[in-house]
């Protein structure tokens, strides 16, 4: 018996072409060169001759309704209705004649936006949003981008970095973020508390010990109840048994800090990718500025800016000076700690798709 198939249910993300610029459709795969006119603008040039201008502009990171429906309504006026979100959550606005630039970025500055972040300027903090929608930040992440963007507003207005700066932050650990030429991530130094009390009733005690990377984890039996303890003597204080046993609580006010890292690298474009490196550990989880780690990212900018050469990533500015002048010149203690001697680093540690191992 024939039977008609059911046509299967969209989902995931709708298509992109829908709420594109008309002028982006008609030229898809076809363009032919861009260049970039002033900071926070591109013009991208089709070889049927259209043109498209990009303006960027900075927000606050976290937008509240109110403030979205100021970028939509400025998009309406001096857009063409077109507005679109980057990969590091900053709106772009396009449009496809040049007297409409300066209009819209006149709008948009009127309105305390910040035009910027194209080319070899800072881009926009890539982060986590833990605070907001998960359940083990140890830090408000979207904090610390919105303090040290303050401080660094000239340099995403401005193109005066030796090339792009990408920076990332995350409020935990051990799982989202990226590489980043630089890095704010939480350091957790003591190893988890445990309530005992609840580990029965909460936790699947075998996915817990499973998790612990060093098997520093092992079942035990408290006050006549199933529960776990840490051999504190192997823990990496690593947070991993957190997620999946929230009653072994690793955030401390006191004890998770924020480490810096320097010089990851995603991109496949010049060279293989790289691995951002520990420079700085045992900083201050200090809301709501974070002094302390913005004191030392903007000491790594300023000798970044003033040491490297034309078109140096920060990766290849320290590798070109070594790490040792690199301690030297950002002034940042060098300890024992900042040594990666993890054997298992080799064989599971592909850090490129050029050779894999
Ligand atoms: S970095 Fe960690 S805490 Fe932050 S959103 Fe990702 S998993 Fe959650
Ligand atoms: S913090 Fe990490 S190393 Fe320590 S017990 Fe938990 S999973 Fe293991």
Redesign the pocket.
Same mark, same amino acid.
């Given at each position: 018996m024939a039977v008609d198939m059911r046509e299967p249910i969209e989902s995931g993300c709708p298509d992109g072409f829908q709420y594109m610029h008309p002028t982006s459709i008609k030229n898809f795969g076809q363009w032919k060169y861009h260049t970039h006119p002033r900071p926070g603008v591109l013009m991208h040039e089709a070889y049927s001759g259209d043109r498209l201008y990009t303006v960027k502009c900075g927000t606050q990171r976290i937008l509240d309704v109110f403030t979205l429906r100021k970028l939509c309504d400025i998009g309406d006026e001096y857009a063409d209705g077109h507005i679109h979100f980057t990969i590091r959550s900053l709106p772009e606005f396009l449009v496809d004649d040049e007297a409409k630039v300066e209009p819209l970025i006149n709008a948009l500055e009127g309105a305390g936006f910040i035009v910027g972040g194209t080319r070899n300027s800072v881009a926009m903090i890539s982060h986590?949003? +833990?605070w907001l929608h !998960?359940d #083990?930040?140890g830090t408000d992440?979207s904090g610390v981008v919105k303090s040290m963007m303050d401080e660094l507003i000239d340099e995403f207005r401005e193109c005066n970095m030796p090339n792009r700066v990408h920076l990332t932050t995350?409020? !935990?650990q #051990?799982? !989202? +973020?990226g590489q980043g030429d630089i890095a704010i991530n939480i350091q957790h130094t003591k190893p988890p508390r445990i309530n005992h009390d609840l580990v029965a009733n909460v936790c699947e005690r075998p996915s817990v010990v499973a998790r612990c990377p060093v098997a520093a984890i092992r079942p035990a039996m408290v006050n006549g109840k199933n529960s776990l303890e840490v051999d504190e003597k192997k823990c990496i204080c690593c947070g991993a048994c957190f997620p999946p046993c929230p009653p072994m609580q690793i955030n401390d006010a006191e004890h998770s800090k924020l480490a810096i890292w320097v010089g990851g690298n995603h991109s496949n474009a010049r060279g293989k990718p790289t691995f951002h490196k520990l420079v700085a550990s045992g900083i201050p989880n200090n809301p709501p500025r974070w002094p302390e780690a913005n004191a030392i990212v903007k000491r790594i900018l300023k000798e970044y800016k003033e040491g490297a050469r034309d078109w140096e990533r920060i990766n290849e500015w320290v590798e070109r000076i070594g790490w040792p002048r690199f301690f030297e010149v950002t002034n940042l203690p060098f300890t024992k700690y900042h040594i990666d001697n993890w054997r298992g680093s080799r064989a599971r540690l592909n850090s490129s798709t050029h050779i894999r191992f």
């Open positions: 986590t949003q +833990g !998960c #083990i930040p992440a995350s409020c !935990c #051990i799982n !989202c +973020g």
